[in-house]
T-cell receptor
Framework: TQLLEQSPQFLSIQEGENLTVYCNSSSVFSSLQWYRQEPGEGPVLLVTVVTGGEVKKLKRLTFQFGDARKDSSLHITAAQPGDTGLYLCAGGNNRLAFGKGNQVVVIP | GAVVSQHPSWVICKSGTSVKIECRSLDFQATTMFWYRQFPKQSLMLMATSNEGSKATYEQGVEKDKFLINHASLTLSTLTVTSAHPEDSSFYIC??????????FGSGTRLTVV
């Protein structure tokens, strides 16, 4: 079983601050996906990273895939209240396994 | 983009009754569908994987006779929670995967068993 550990589990910051959350594993993944989930909704895909060392940007969100393809990070610049949500990383070959998520709260 | 519709979005049922949840891929053919369960403040736990026309593959610890999965067509999979009990109350989410699409998730079903 490929386990994904996400840290920190909970993070609360003020609007305008930057934050970084992490997704780590002892296993190598062919790709990792980041999702954001709002309460009572299904996860929504943000990005898929495939190549070791890859960096992808989605507006104020920057995703990086580790060189060894075992870990990934999500950095949010100048966080907004709308960034509040549960960020989930997921990976797997034939089926997705999810980390426990990073609960991010951005305070206005 | 790929859209997956899940119905109902919430349901309340009495203990001992059965509840069916539908998952439809609206604009693509889903060769594989996945069913997840999520408890409050926890992550998604994969329950089973279903391929169209074949029996579902259940994860360890998931009772196949309790959680019946049918994937009769390339656009529809159903999960039936049989003889539901309060401990089955949870948020159930489906995901569909097609040839040219990644994983697309439904909006989830909140099941409350009273």
């Amino acid at each position: 079983t490929q386990l994904l550990e996400q840290s920190p589990q909970f993070l609360s910051i003020q609007e305008g601050e930057n934050l970084t959350v992490y997704c780590n594993s002892s296993s190598v993944f062919s790709s990792l996906q980041w999702y954001r989930q709002e309460p009572g909704e299904g996860p929504v895909l943000l990005v898929t990273v495939v190549t070791g060392g890859e960096v992808k940007k989605l507006k104020r969100l920057t995703f990086q895939f580790g060189d060894a393809r075992k870990d990934s990070s999500l950095h949010i610049t100048a966080a907004q209240p709308g960034d509040t949500g549960l960020y989930l990383c997921a990976g797997g070959n034939n089926r997705l396994a999810f980390g426990k998520g990073n609960q991010v709260v951005v305070i206005p | 983009g790929a859209v997956v519709s899940q119905h109902p979005s919430w349901v309340i049922c009495k203990s001992g009754t059965s509840v069916k949840i539908e998952c439809r891929s609206l604009d693509f053919q889903a060769t594989t569908m996945f069913w997840y369960r999520q408890f409050p403040k926890q992550s998604l736990m994969l329950m089973a994987t279903s391929n169209e026309g074949s029996k579902a593959t259940y994860e360890q610890g998931v009772e196949k006779d309790k959680f019946l999965i049918n994937h009769a067509s390339l656009t529809l999979s159903t999960l039936t929670v049989t003889s539901a009990h309060p401990e089955d109350s949870s948020f159930y989410i489906c995901s569909a995967a097609g040839a040219n699409y990644g994983y697309t998730f439904g909006s989830g079903t909140r099941l409350t068993v009273v």
